[in-house]
């Protein structure tokens, strides 16, 4: 399986990083070994001082396609999950200022914590779907898939375009504002409406 991931897919998060807000969507990818499980805990790359959290919605592939329209892309996912990006913000702007890939910043292993999945059927609307990061106790940050900026069928047609979705595939699809850097001893815990789906600590 493959974790493709998308950038800058809430407005204001996009503005906390002094980044443009892009016109289509900007996508990454990591590895199965960033995938960390059963909230398993974190453990803090010696390589960065400033690794960051970005919750995120995942949505979890359901079966193969490529060239896929828009309007057919609801039924490439039937189940969505919270997960965490986990960015080494230092290294990432090092490679950002030489324009290099972002991969050593966001694709290490453990980087891609990742819950257990619910089916999409369970909420009303998958566009009116809030989910929150607590670190410590403390509300960090929140969203709700209303501000997306590209709606989860227009990502499944764009990254099918370029790359084949397979069964099991997960999407990353953005991270709404109040990044912050996270440490040794924190614990985070992520919240789909109101069901805890992530409880797991740095170490």
């Known amino acids: 399986m493959k974790i493709i991931a998308i950038g800058r897919n809430y407005a204001e998060h996009a503005k906390e990083l002094n980044n443009p807000v892009p016109t289509t969507p900007v996508i990454f990818m990591k590895p199965d070994t960033a995938l960390?499980?059963?909230?398993?805990?974190?453990?803090?790359?010696?390589?960065s001082e400033d690794v960051h959290h970005e919750i995120e919605l995942v949505l979890k592939i359901s079966k193969e396609g490529k060239h896929i329209s828009e309007k057919f892309a609801a039924n490439y996912y039937e189940e969505i999950g919270l997960g965490i990006d986990f960015t080494a913000r230092d290294v990432q702007a090092r490679h950002k200022e030489k324009g290099l890939p972002w991969e050593l910043a966001k694709a290490f292993d453990g980087s891609a914590p990742v819950s257990t999945f619910v089916p999409k059927t369970k909420f009303e609307s998958v566009y009116d779907i809030n989910f929150k990061l607590d670190i410590n106790g403390e509300t960090r940050q929140q969203g709700n898939t209303r501000d997306l900026l590209f709606s989860f069928e227009s990502i499944i047609a764009f990254v099918s375009k370029y790359i084949t979705l397979k069964k099991g595939?997960?999407?990353?699809?953005?991270?709404?504002?109040?990044?912050?850097?996270v440490k040794i001893g924190d614990r985070l815990e992520g919240y789909l409406e109101d069901e805890k789906m992530l409880d797991f600590y740095v170490k």
């Open 169 to 181: 595939d997960l999407i990353f699809t953005g991270t709404p504002p109040g990044v912050s850097k």
């Open 36 to 47: 960390l499980k059963e909230n398993k805990p974190f453990y803090h790359p010696d390589f």
